[in-house]
């Protein structure tokens, strides 16, 4: 992800979810040690998909991931999630972590379908809807 990139990504933020993180957490994080911003990019639509990991020693965890919600069901979100798992193994992550709505059906196949387990459930842990989410993890 590039500056250039992030407007772009905010507005697919703001599609897909409740609570979408502002333009500036995703300036922040540019260029900051242990963070990989990856976006998925159409030649004519521009970016279409991006991912936020965070990697410290052999742990990772996926703190944010999202498609345009026009474009979903097309195996975007399976690319995306794949070049996270190589970025995550390129970095030495043995272990990756996730959170994810519970109500989350596409998601939560998505992940299985890649290797993630679920771990834990976190009570409460999104807003708009208040929702639990379930923990998942992989080895990348």
């Known amino acids: 992800m590039r500056e250039e990139d992030v407007d772009m990504v905010v507005g697919i933020e703001a599609e897909a979810f409740s609570t979408p993180w502002r333009r500036d957490t995703f300036l922040n994080l540019i260029d900051r040690p242990g963070i990989e911003l990856l976006v998925l990019e159409d030649r004519t639509e521009g970016v279409v998909?991006?991912?936020?990991?965070?990697?410290i020693l052999d742990q990772g965890e996926l703190a944010n991931v999202a498609v345009t919600?026009?474009?979903?069901?097309?195996?975007?979100?399976?690319?995306?999630?794949?070049?996270?798992m190589?970025?995550?193994?390129?970095?030495?992550?043995?272990?990756?972590?996730?959170e994810v709505r519970a109500s989350n059906a596409a998601a939560l196949e998505l992940y299985?379908?890649?290797?993630?387990?679920?771990v834990?459930?976190?009570k409460g842990y999104y807003d708009h809807p208040k929702e639990d989410a379930r923990i998942m993890v992989a080895r990348p």
């Open 112 to 118: 299985r379908s890649l290797g993630f387990v679920e």
């Open 120 to 122: 834990g459930i976190r």
């Open 86 to 98: 190589e970025v995550a193994r390129e970095r030495g992550v043995d272990k990756l972590y996730l």
């Open 69 to 84: 919600p026009r474009l979903r069901g097309k195996g975007l979100g399976r690319r995306i999630m794949s070049r996270v």
């Open 49 to 55: 998909g991006y991912a936020v990991l965070w990697c």
